[in-house]
């Protein structure tokens, strides 16, 4: 039998109260609260106005829905008590438990027994009291993401005070792994809000045979808004240093990104203080002018070199800074830089003349991009050949300060150029692509110091190439057809040996003596020449089903030129490039030159690379599976370069392997190996192990600058709460 009640009234009127409209009345009517049930029997005592629902008890009021085996109401002092098994689900939310208290009047509860689910997390405790609107005290409180019936892990605090969509309170806190605690923490709070939240960061721990017992990471994370965050963290090392850093980052899509890291650290033994200062910020403005600027400075020149862990961080020689704005104006492109560049591994008092700084302030360039320099007719049968003639202009400004241990070079110029390019196809196969340029320099001063000196200069080039193909059918390797093609080309450069400046028409030889060369503002020189190339391309196609697929299999460029102003050497070393990718598994280069007079090589290298995927069987039993095998992947690649004119060579292998031995264990290692010197440069051996909820992470490894291993248990789904290991001789 099912009974549903669908008014009932809590906050019942006083019959002796006279009949009234007055503002009492109003205020009675108010307290009236409606609530709805069902159950399969139900019990009503009408003295006391107690109610008892029996058999899958269901009670609905406000946002709150209880079902439970027995709910019990008590009119006296108000008072819902739910027996046996109870779920309670408030705004979205679900708590279970063995039994329930609600009081109406104080809004306040308790749970027995209770277990929730909370987003990717599960919580349970002993009793959860409702002392608040959103205020919650759980006894005995555990929380996992392990929603295995047997847990691998859990969090455990004898106490936890909970603000639902806001934080978790707790104190002490202990971590189990199979019931047995690992960890312990004084105090803690857990962000419970969605999304990103402020709070405190989970530290590392480890130790280290130089650092001895460590703590890194601990901090604080800062949110500002939705764009911008900063992580304010420290690392606290036994035996070595004390540091400091601050991570920002902000990002707002289609306008600005940008981040900046500064780090301070006190080293204990030298007692001395370092900095760094890194960052960079991107920002485009509606009106379509772009600025980029970019920052990195550091307390000493060693700085990476000593204090990195990564061996890339560590061999970085150059600190680059700058500022740049683009803006384009119609077709005209502007830009404007300042750029700083300082060399970490100068050492003047051993090698003369090195540079220990690179200053450019301003670097200024404007380029109209090529356009047609006739108007091309709507008409296709009126275009003509001079249709196809472009034109485009640039101007470029550079103030350089270059600065050395003995001395200080600084330089400006402004260089413009322009010039018009042509294409066209005779006869429909000989492409001819004609050009001439024009160039004018002027300096603030020359070698002689005379102030603004200028030059002009000029020259024309000429491009005849054209394609020659062959179609072949072949069922070699699955293959419908082979195509071979041959691109002949020949360019021809020409530049006069006369270039004009204040004094007239200057031979070319002598510009050296007395102009400066920098960047890319170059010397008037005079040129004749003859480029040849020679390419071949060999491509397959294969049909499978409806789809069609091409690909290269084989390409091999020959190119050499002719200096027509040399009469004993004219010809330059034949170069020659050979790209073999039969496949996407094997890929191979080979780079070289032959000279023609000597009957040498002057260059060779050979690089290749190997992709394998697939499954071992090697482990497996023989009988009694229906696995495929371990997946396994293999990448392997190989560097030669012959040593010729008094170079070495070189010689040098890498090598990635992974293999997973089971569903949870994995195996990877890798591998960066010298033959000519027969050693290892590095090593690194990974074993890996899936536990669920937890990952077991053990990384070997060993390098010419850095040897040691680390040992790391993660949750997955909570990758900031790790337990770690590691012990490294750097």
């Not at 058999?55 to 108000?78: F, K, N």
């Not at 208290?101 to 987003?119: D, F, H, M, Q, V």
């Not at 196969?429 to 603004?452: E, H, M, Q």
């Not at 004749?528 to 789809?547: C, H, P, V, W």
Request: charged letters at 20%; proline letters at 5%.
């Amino acid at each position: 039998m099912t009974l549903l009640l669908i008014l009932m009234t809590l906050y019942a009127t006083d019959p002796t109260e006279p009949d009234s409209t007055s503002r009492d009345s109003t205020i009675t009517a108010e307290r009236l609260e409606t609530i709805a049930y069902s159950a399969d029997s139900l019990v009503f005592y009408p003295d006391t106005g107690d109610l008892i629902l029996v058999g899958s008890a269901t009670l609905d009021y406000r946002d709150m829905t209880l079902t439970s085996d027995t709910v019990e109401y008590s009119a006296t002092d108000e008072i819902i008590t739910a027996r046996g098994e109870s779920e309670l689900f408030d705004r979205g939310e679900s708590v279970t438990g063995n039994g329930m208290i609600y009081s109406i009047p104080t809004r306040k509860g308790r749970i027995l027994n209770a277990a929730s689910e909370y987003e990717f997390g599960f919580y349970t405790g002993s009793t959860i009291t409702r002392i608040g609107r959103n205020e919650f005290n759980i006894v005995d409180a555990r929380f996992t993401t392990c929603d295995e019936d047997s847990i691998h892990y859990y969090f455990y605090c004898p106490v936890m005070k909970v603000f639902p969509e806001d934080k978790a309170i707790a104190s002490p806190v202990y971590l189990y792994i199979e019931n047995t605690p690992v960890l312990y923490f004084p105090y803690w709070v857990f962000p419970i809000r969605r999304g990103r939240q402020p709070g405190f960061t989970m530290p590392k721990f480890g130790q280290t045979s130089r650092d001895g017992r460590f703590l890194r990471g601990l901090g604080y994370y800062f949110i500002f808004s939705d764009y911008a965050d900063l992580w304010v963290h420290g690392d606290i090392m036994e035996k070595t240093r004390f540091v400091l850093a601050a991570d920002e980052r902000h990002r707002v899509r289609y306008i600005c990104n940008g981040n900046l890291r500064t780090e301070w650290r006190r080293e204990f033994q030298a007692q001395r203080d370092r900095w760094m200062i890194f960052g960079n910020h991107l920002h485009d403005f509606p009106d379509g002018t772009t600025v980029r600027v970019q920052g990195e400075f550091l307390s000493d020149n060693s700085y990476l070199e000593e204090t990195q862990q990564n061996p890339e961080d560590r061999m970085t020689g150059e600190l680059h800074s700058w500022i740049s704005v683009n803006r384009y104006f119609g077709r005209m492109s502007f830009q404007a830089a300042m750029e700083r560049t300082s060399y970490l591994n100068t050492d003047p008092d051993t090698i003369p003349g090195e540079v220990e700084s690179n200053q450019e302030i301003p670097d200024i360039r404007l380029s109209l991009p090529s356009a047609p320099l006739f108007r091309t007719p709507s008409d296709p049968s009126l275009v003509r050949p001079w249709h196809s003639i472009y034109w485009n202009a640039g101007a470029h400004y550079l103030s350089r300060d270059r600065r050395m241990e003995e001395f200080r070079a600084t330089n400006s110029a402004l260089k413009v150029t322009s010039g018009l390019t042509g294409s066209s196809r005779l006869w429909g196969w000989l492409s001819v692509a004609p050009s001439i340029t024009a160039k004018g320099i002027i300096y603030d001063r020359d070698r002689n110091d005379a102030n603004f000196p200028w030059w002009l200069h000029g020259s024309a080039n000429l491009s005849i190439a054209t394609d020659i193909y062959g179609i072949f059918s072949t069922r070699l390797f699955g293959l419908d057809a082979l195509r071979h093609t041959i691109t002949p080309s020949l360019s021809l450069q020409w530049a006069p040996d006369r270039y004009l400046n204040s004094t007239g028409l200057m031979n070319s030889d002598s510009a050296g003596a007395e102009y400066y060369t920098f960047s890319d503002f170059g010397l008037p020189s005079s040129s004749r020449t003859i480029a040849f190339n020679l390419r071949n391309r060999l491509e397959g196609k294969m049909s499978e089903r409806d789809r069609i697929t091409r690909f290269d299999i084989m390409s091999l460029n020959l190119s050499t030129s002719a200096n027509l102003e040399e009469s004993v050497t004219p010809f330059s070393p034949l170069s020659a490039t050979l790209d073999i990718s039969p496949s996407q598994l094997f890929s191979i280069s080979v780079n070289g030159s032959w000279d023609l007079y000597e009957n040498e090589l002057t260059n060779l290298s050979l690089s290749s690379s190997m992709r394998l995927s697939g499954y071992d069987r090697t482990l497996l039993p023989d009988s009694g599976t229906t696995r495929l095998g371990m997946p396994l992947r293999l990448v392997a690649s190989h560097y030669y370069r012959h040593g010729l004119e008094g170079t070495e060579s070189i010689s040098k292998f890498r090598l990635s392997a992974s293999l997973d031995l089971t569903p949870g264990w994995s195996l990877e290692y890798s591998a960066y190996y010298d033959a000519m010197n027969e050693n290892f440069i590095s090593q690194s051996y990974t074993l890996s192990r899936d536990l669920h909820c937890w990952e077991a992470v053990f990384v070997r490894y060993i390098s010419d600058v850095d040897s040691g291993f680390y040992f790391k248990i993660n949750i997955i789904d909570i990758p900031d709460i790790k337990i770690e290991q590691h012990v490294s001789n750097f």
